[in-house]
């Protein structure tokens, strides 16, 4: 890929010098100001990290983070460091001292914490969102990303949701979620409490272990021909004799029958044959759960699977190649062996992520169509009309667009600094621009580019419809482990090298100068 300088320079101008404010603020820049956590300062940089996070506790107003800094420096004054919550939630801390090994905790509502946490005495910060007047700002039970902000370097985006393999037991049903350390915006780097309400404040935080048995592929055939795979990365056999499996969007539970022994370090299947009730995979998708019985007792340790919609093949798990895992549909069926890395992906694929721009510099995705004939992103699905969405970009209006044959689509972020319609003047009639709400994570996150399915409707409620997606492409991209550092705040952006893998696979990109709206 080469860079068209007059294009991209065109960007730029017509974005102004004030495109600050579409990148990461003054987090994204690398000048320093004497404050303790600039690169010119001498002492370490300061990083943080988000150890606990509480969004949806049976109490609805009780939610809350926990932070704390995880190497380098103290804080003298976090409100000259611009330590803040930004993303699902944003907090301003007050001109106050942070110490490392200080966990500190900021809550949407102080009564309520209070409340909940009569034994508390650490330091709690609050109510977020403290610019906003009337209603407290909740965190989505369905999930987000919460940045904790520095300037200069230092800050980190933690995700959390309630899809697995992410815990069934944070969402909702008592624990907090506690993060284990690595990528924060990977499911497996966390884990749910023991303690039920979690235990803001503390270092001290027990946590259900994992299993070693897991998920690892699903035939879903709806009908009779169904059947589930799994494998066991432990060294001992696992009996999962009398263990449930849990559909929990269509709220059916199985139990494991007896004789069923999952080897160390290999794989084992069930066949529909073998359950006295129906397995029933749907091909629209479905959450799965696996979850530990000793003696017709639930353990609270389990393990999950989100298959998309497969209308063909199987679903499961992929090992990347830097050892981390994704689910997806799967281009070939692989019983009682490794899966192999190839998805049922496609046409549309995430083709460049410019996610942490120097000052100056928009951000932007670009989405490309593979297929021989244009994409239309509305299409009828029995009665009702489904929208292609991309997930990870906040909300964006796809229903009108239809991207060309070989064509791209240039998502930019919504901010009135850019003419829109100067700049698309300057782009290729194959080139489809949109604006988008929300902001690309500097630190790592999940981009999902889905075809509607199916829906359900929900005849408990009017008007509720619960659609089912294809996943067309996914992409967990990262600013750590084997992905390209030139693409972090180096001027350079992630390019797609091969839509054959993953996308969530280092693997699959390159770093080069970008290229919006260039193949």
Same mark, same amino acid.
């Given at each position: 890929?080469?860079?068209?300088?007059?294009?991209?320079?065109?960007?730029?101008?017509?974005?102004?010098?004030?495109?600050?404010?579409?990148?990461?603020?003054?987090?994204?820049?690398?000048?320093?100001?004497?404050?303790?956590?600039?690169?010119?300062?001498?002492?370490?940089?300061?990083?943080?990290?988000?150890?606990?996070?509480?969004?949806?506790?049976?109490?609805?107003?009780?939610?809350?983070? #926990?932070?704390?800094?995880?190497?380098?420096?103290?804080?003298?004054?976090?409100?000259?460091?611009?330590?803040?919550?930004?993303?699902?939630?944003?907090?301003?801390?007050?001109? #106050?001292?942070?110490?490392?090994?200080?966990?500190?905790?900021?809550?949407?509502?102080?009564?309520?914490?209070?409340?909940?946490?009569?034994?508390?005495?650490?330091?709690?910060?609050?109510?977020?969102?403290?610019?906003?007047?009337?209603?407290?700002?909740?965190?989505?039970?369905?999930?987000?990303?919460?940045?904790?902000?520095?300037?200069?370097?230092?800050?980190?985006?933690?995700?959390?949701?309630?899809?697995?393999?992410?815990?069934?037991?944070?969402?909702?049903?008592?624990?907090?979620?506690?993060?284990?350390?690595?990528?924060?915006?990977?499911?497996?780097?966390?884990?749910?409490?023991?303690?039920?309400?979690?235990?803001?404040?503390?270092?001290?935080?027990?946590?259900?272990?994992?299993?070693?048995?897991?998920?690892?592929?699903?035939?879903?055939?709806?009908?009779?021909?169904?059947?589930?795979?799994?494998?066991?990365?432990?060294?001992?056999?696992?009996?999962?004799?009398?263990?449930?499996?849990?559909?929990?969007?269509?709220?059916?539970?199985?139990?494991?029958?007896?004789?069923?022994?999952?080897?160390?370090?290999?794989?084992?299947?069930?066949?529909?044959?073998?359950?006295?009730?129906?397995?029933?995979?749907?091909?629209?998708?479905?959450?799965?759960?696996?979850?530990?019985?000793?003696?017709?007792?639930?353990?609270?340790? #389990?393990?999950?699977? #989100?298959?998309?919609?497969?209308?063909?093949?199987?679903?499961?798990?992929?090992?990347?190649?830097?050892?981390?895992?994704?689910?997806?549909?799967?281009?070939?069926?692989?019983?009682?062996?490794?899966?192999?890395?190839?998805?049922?992906?496609?046409?549309?694929?995430?083709?460049?992520?410019?996610?942490?721009?120097?000052?100056?510099?928009?951000?932007?995705?670009?989405?490309?169509?593979?297929?021989?004939?244009?994409?239309?992103?509305?299409?009828?699905?029995?009665?009702?009309?489904?929208?292609?969405?991309?997930?990870?970009?906040?909300?964006?209006?796809?229903?009108?667009?239809?991207?060309?044959?070989?064509?791209?689509?240039?998502?930019?972020?919504?901010?009135?600094?850019?003419?829109?319609?100067?700049?698309?003047?300057?782009?290729?009639?194959?080139?489809?621009?949109?604006?988008?709400?929300?902001?690309?994570?500097?630190?790592?996150?999940?981009?999902?580019?889905?075809?509607?399915?199916?829906?359900?409707?929900?005849?408990?409620?009017?008007?509720?419809?619960?659609?089912?997606?294809?996943?067309?492409?996914?992409?967990?991209?990262?600013?750590?482990?084997?992905?390209?550092?030139?693409?972090?705040?180096?001027?350079?952006?992630?390019?797609?090298?091969?839509?054959?893998?993953?996308?969530?696979?280092?693997?699959?990109?390159?770093?080069?100068?970008?290229?919006?709206?260039?193949?």
């Amino acid at each position: 890929m080469n860079l068209n300088p007059l294009k991209y320079s065109m960007l730029l101008c017509l974005a102004s010098s004030a495109l600050i404010a579409c990148s990461d603020d003054s987090s994204s820049s690398s000048s320093g100001n004497g404050d303790g956590n600039s690169p010119s300062d001498s002492k370490p940089l300061t990083q943080m990290a988000c150890s606990e996070i509480m969004y949806h506790h049976p109490d609805s107003l009780v939610e809350w983070v #926990e932070i704390y800094i995880e190497s380098g420096e103290d804080l003298e004054n976090m409100a000259l460091s611009e330590l803040r919550l930004d993303g699902a939630v944003e907090y301003n801390f007050p001109e #106050e001292p942070m110490k490392k090994g200080e966990r500190l905790v900021v809550t949407g509502d102080l009564d309520a914490f209070k409340k909940a946490y009569p034994d508390f005495n650490g330091r709690l910060f609050g109510p977020w969102n403290n610019d906003n007047k009337g209603e407290v700002e909740k965190l989505s039970n369905g999930g987000d990303v919460i940045s904790v902000k520095l300037r200069g370097a230092g800050d980190i985006d933690c995700s959390f949701d309630n899809s697995p393999p992410w815990p069934s037991l944070a969402d909702g049903a008592g624990s907090s979620l506690v993060f284990l350390g690595g990528n924060a915006s990977m499911p497996n780097n966390w884990a749910a409490s023991k303690k039920n309400g979690g235990n803001p404040g503390s270092s001290e935080d027990e946590v259900y272990a994992p299993l070693t048995v897991r998920i690892n592929e699903v035939a879903p055939t709806d009908g009779s021909e169904d059947w589930i795979e799994f494998y066991n990365s432990g060294k001992n056999d696992v009996d999962i004799s009398g263990w449930l499996l849990i559909a929990s969007r269509r709220g059916d539970t199985l139990s494991i029958p007896e004789g069923s022994i999952v080897p160390a370090e290999s794989y084992f299947v069930l066949k529909q044959e073998q359950f006295e009730d129906d397995l029933l995979l749907l091909k629209r998708g479905e959450n799965l759960y696996l979850r530990e019985y000793v003696n017709g007792t639930w353990t609270l340790s #389990e393990t999950g699977l #989100e298959y998309p919609a497969t209308p063909s093949g199987t679903a499961g798990i992929l090992e990347l190649s830097d050892g981390s895992l994704m689910q997806g549909s799967l281009k070939k069926a692989t019983p009682e062996k490794k899966n192999v890395s190839e998805l049922l992906s496609g046409p549309l694929y995430v083709n460049e992520i410019f996610y942490n721009p120097p000052e100056g510099q928009l951000e932007f995705i670009e989405i490309i169509n593979t297929a021989d004939s244009a994409v239309t992103l509305s299409l009828p699905i029995g009665s009702k009309t489904g929208v292609w969405e991309i997930s990870g970009l906040g909300d964006s209006d796809l229903e009108t667009l239809s991207i060309p044959a070989g064509g791209l689509l240039l998502m930019l972020p919504d901010t009135n600094i850019l003419d829109l319609e100067a700049y698309a003047a300057t782009l290729s009639k194959d080139v489809v621009l949109q604006k988008y709400s929300g902001k690309i994570s500097n630190r790592g996150e999940q981009i999902l580019v889905k075809e509607p399915y199916a829906f359900v409707e929900d005849l408990t409620k009017p008007n509720a419809i619960d659609w089912c997606y294809r996943w067309s492409d996914v992409v967990l991209y990262s600013d750590d482990g084997l992905w390209s550092e030139e693409a972090d705040g180096m001027g350079m952006s992630l390019h797609r090298a091969d839509y054959s893998m993953p996308g969530s696979d280092p693997g699959a990109w390159t770093a080069n100068l970008p290229t919006p709206g260039e193949k």
